[in-house]
């Protein structure tokens, strides 16, 4: 079982770029959430896809949406990138409470 | 305020010694209750959970946590700590009056391991 799988590991962006992150779901889970974690603090909850559809949503503008496929996979696209959303996202995939998370992609906005 | 609290950012504690985290959270309804660990540049490991029942649950790598209705507290210990159990640990909860299974973070205490 290959697990939560991220892609890319790492990327560098500049302000006002457009990013897409991509995670591919561990076997038999129907669930993904994505979290921004920034240096020093906790992982913030940024949404959660289920069914192809928007389930729950954090504290995040528009400019953060998402998309899950048939597949379960799931994409995170944020639009006009801020020096603040710089950090580590997260993706973790569920079918039931527990999540698994993946290893993250580290993102940096110059 | 709906919330999750770990008090303590940083712990020093010697190879061998006890560990206690302390985690408490503020919910009007007991959420569902887990602790993950992070090592530096890694994603989330799941250490243990609660749900119900048994309010002291064991977890992976010698961890175990206690489940405090009272003090809304769920603290985790571990009795010898290994050098190899420094990392950042985080406390969450998964609210259950709400549609779904977000997570809610503490802010993590990171665990030093001196030798």
């Known amino acids: 079982d290959a697990g939560v799988t991220q892609s890319p590991t790492h990327l560098i962006k500049t302000r006002g770029q457009q990013v897409t992150l991509r995670c591919s779901p561990k076997s038999g889970h129907d669930t993904v959430s994505w979290y921004q974690q920034a240096l020093g603090q906790g992982p913030q909850f940024i949404f959660q896809?289920?069914?192809?559809?928007?389930?729950q949503r954090g504290n995040f503008p528009d400019r953060f949406s998402g998309h899950q496929f048939p597949n379960y996979s799931s994409e995170l696209n944020v639009n006009a990138l801020l020096l603040g959303d710089s950090a580590l996202y997260l993706c973790?995939?569920?079918?039931?409470?527990?999540?698994?998370f993946g290893p993250g992609t580290r993102l940096t906005v110059l | 305020a709906q919330s999750v609290t770990q008090p303590d950012i940083h712990i020093t504690v010697s190879e061998g010694a006890s560990l206690e985290l302390r985690c408490n959270y503020s919910?009007?309804?007991?959420?569902?209750l887990f602790w993950y660990v992070q090592s530096p540049g890694q994603g989330l490991q799941l250490l243990l959970k609660?749900?119900?029942?048994?309010?002291l649950v064991q977890g992976i790598k010698g961890f175990e946590a206690e489940f405090k209705r009272s003090q809304s507290s769920f603290n985790l210990r571990k009795p010898s700590v290994h050098w190899s159990d420094a990392a950042e640990y985080f406390c969450a909860v998964v609210p259950v009056m709400e549609y779904g299974n977000k997570l809610v973070f503490g802010a993590g205490t990171i665990l030093r391991v001196k030798s």
């Open positions: 609660y749900f119900s029942g048994d309010t």
């Open positions: 896809y289920y069914e192809e559809e928007e389930r």
């Open positions: 919910y009007g309804a007991t959420p569902y």
């Open positions: 973790a995939s569920s079918n039931s409470y527990e999540q698994f």
